[in-house]
């Protein structure tokens, strides 16, 4: 009996969906900085909480070679826990937003850096981008943290910057390293080479 491929292709499209929303918000950002308010705060708390759950339901979902999804688990785990955080109580959060979101983006980075080597041992052809971009997004996200700039506004621009960077890491990692094959096999089916004993 053959595995449904319907949670794969449900967590593929939630993860391009989420990627695209979180793309948004950053040129959102970029083109208007004075945005950045508890509104705004609220609203990315929304959109990490949801991706969150996205993540955590790919997690599960087991695609084929198990590398796009492979740190899912925790990272959904914490990004539903900061999400809710934020959206309930955003005056918590808007003093130290850039901080917090870069942390979250440069540890997603260093793990998709992982992810690609892992891509390339799998024999992935563009293994590549995923590490351009990976390597993009943990620049971004560094930034972010050292706040090198005392401008809110700036900051705000600094945030767009690296949320753009997150969606697109995310947008590439999933259609890159995400395989769904409609034969594939449950786990539990184990396939042994009979051998010739003659």
């Not at 449904?4 to 499209?13: F, G, I, L």
């Amino acid at each position: 009996m053959m595995r449904s491929v319907t949670p794969m292709r449900t967590a593929k499209a939630g993860y391009i969906a989420m990627s695209v929303i979180l793309m948004a918000a950053g040129a959102v950002l970029i083109a208007a900085p004075d945005t950045l308010a508890s509104a705004m705060c609220s609203v990315l708390g929304v959109v990490s909480a949801v991706f969150g759950g996205v993540k955590i339901a790919s997690y599960f979902s087991k695609d084929l070679f198990r590398l796009a999804f492979q740190h899912d688990l925790a990272e959904g785990i914490l990004l539903m826990i900061l999400g809710v955080t934020a959206a309930v109580k955003p005056e918590l959060f808007l003093g130290f937003i850039g901080v917090i979101f870069g942390v979250c983006v440069l540890a997603d980075g260093l793990l998709k850096i992982q992810t690609a080597i892992d891509a390339k041992v799998f024999g992935v052809s563009k293994w590549w981008l995923i590490l351009a971009a990976a390597i993009a997004a943990d620049i971004a996200g560094f930034f972010l943290i050292i706040n090198p700039v005392d401008s809110a506004a700036v900051v705000a621009v600094i945030l767009g910057v690296t949320l753009l960077m997150e969606g697109l890491l995310n947008l590439i990692t999933v259609l890159v390293a995400v395989k769904i094959v409609k034969n594939q096999l449950p786990d539990d089916i184990i396939t042994v080479n009979p051998v010739n004993t003659h």
